[in-house]
């Protein structure tokens, strides 16, 4: 029998499952009818554990993570505009909060294509951002946000403080569960953030995970699955705190945690003791509350099956629309492919005319909505909801009805 995995935060063995999906393809690899004829897609297996001493949940390492944020990288913030607007919001805010200027620095790290510095940049005040995936740095650079490509960990922060960058804001936003290691990933703030300075990280909220059954939130990708619980401390060990928290309706709920060094002059704020509190009353502090998750994710695969059986039998289409990471990893979980949907449509050129990875269905431009008239579109990335009902509101010309399938299939 093969040893158990390491917890990648304090090295305790993983003996626990949170949940097992099986083998799954890379939830953002797009594939084109070449690459599958010629055998190049690769699924691996998605086993997701909790640590019994630490209590993250977190993902096996089936490949190293430079194999998935390489230039092929398919995922444009850009392309959903209530993500571009909520990076706007977040911009005027905390230039206000902090009293961000000209002579100060904004450092975001997993910059991906400027969807939020751009947003510094036009309010004047500095920015800078470290981003892996060359293609969407390159993105960036067009939007006037200076990129540096590269994996930001200990020895990147030294290499950009040694030119003199030390930053009033530091930000990750949905970065942390990206990363295998967690310690050398935190362990480049303290060096770039100046004193008094502030880190945010926005990352889906686990209770949110657990109680709304966001399986369809785990891939390859996603290393870890975070609780406030977890986040304080992994921060802890690199001599930084959290002082305020807020909760966010992002991805099925976040939370936006701020940070600073241990000895920094930030007063706990009443945000950070609501979610202690709210944690501590699921009891995310015990074993026990990570047990009958596998039983739950089993019932939502269940309900979305009966609805496509009745759809077949009724003799309806059904279409999908936004070729989210979070969508290949439900209809893979499901078993669906091109018999069960026709296509699904997608604003982000660098998706279309490709196949959604595992089940192989085609993607589109929205244009061809129209040509294509499904009875039900299905909406795969469910916290994207009201926006893409309002923008394809049309549907209902023919009859056509929305679906939504986590936690259960609901149809609108």
Not at 38 to 54: F, I, M, N, Q, S
Not at 207 to 223: A, G, K, P, R, S
Not at 316 to 332: D, M, V
Request: with cysteine; proline share 5%; net charge negative.
């Amino acid at each position: 029998m093969p040893d158990a995995p390491s917890c990648r935060f304090c090295g305790a063995a993983l003996t626990r499952t949170f949940v097992d999906l099986g083998v799954m393809p890379l939830a953002n690899s797009y594939i084109k009818k070449a690459d599958l004829e010629a055998g190049r897609e690769h699924p691996l297996p998605l086993h997701t554990r909790v640590c019994e001493e630490c209590l993250l949940v977190q993902a096996d390492d089936p490949m190293d993570a430079a194999e998935i944020f390489d230039d092929s990288y398919a995922y444009y913030s850009s392309y959903s505009d209530s993500w571009v607007e909520h990076a706007r919001r977040y911009a005027v805010a905390m230039i206000d909060r902090l009293g961000l200027g000209p002579d100060s620095l904004v450092v975001e790290i997993a910059s991906n294509d400027g969807y939020l510095l751009q947003h510094f940049v036009a309010r004047g005040v500095p920015a800078l951002g470290v981003e892996p995936a060359e293609n969407c740095a390159r993105e960036a650079k067009t939007r006037g946000v200076e990129s540096e490509v590269a994996f930001f960990n200990e020895a990147t922060a030294k290499r950009l403080a040694e030119r003199g960058l030390k930053a009033d804001l530091m930000l990750g936003n949905n970065v942390l569960a990206h990363v295998p290691n967690i310690r050398d990933f935190l362990a480049g703030f303290p060096i770039m953030l100046k004193p008094e300075g502030t880190l945010t990280f926005e990352f889906p909220h686990l209770l949110n995970l657990m109680d709304q059954v966001q399986f369809d939130t785990i891939y390859h990708e996603h290393f870890s699955y975070l609780s406030l619980l977890i986040v304080e401390k992994a921060l802890a060990s690199v001599g930084m705190r959290a002082y305020d928290v807020e909760e966010l309706p992002t991805h099925g709920g976040s939370l936006r945690v701020f940070c600073c060094h241990k000895d920094a002059a930030f007063a706990e704020q009443p945000g950070l003791l609501h979610v202690r509190a709210k944690e501590t009353e699921a009891g995310l502090h015990e074993i026990a509350a990570y047990e009958g998750f596998s039983e739950k994710v089993d019932a939502t695969r269940r309900s979305f099956r009966a609805f496509l059986e009745k759809a077949a039998a009724d003799g309806k289409t059904i279409a999908g629309y936004g070729a989210a990471a979070k969508g290949n990893t439900f209809l893979n979980v499901c078993g669906v492919g091109a018999d069960d949907i026709v296509c699904v449509f997608d604003r982000n050129p660098h998706k279309q005319d490709r196949l959604l990875p595992g089940s192989h269905i085609p993607v589109l431009d929205p244009s061809a909505l129209d040509e294509v008239k499904p009875d039900y579109l299905l909406i795969l990335p469910w916290n994207l909801k009201d926006e893409v009902m309002t923008s394809f509101s049309r549907i209902s010309q023919w009859g056509g009805r929305f679906v939504t399938a986590v936690p259960e299939t609901r149809i609108f």
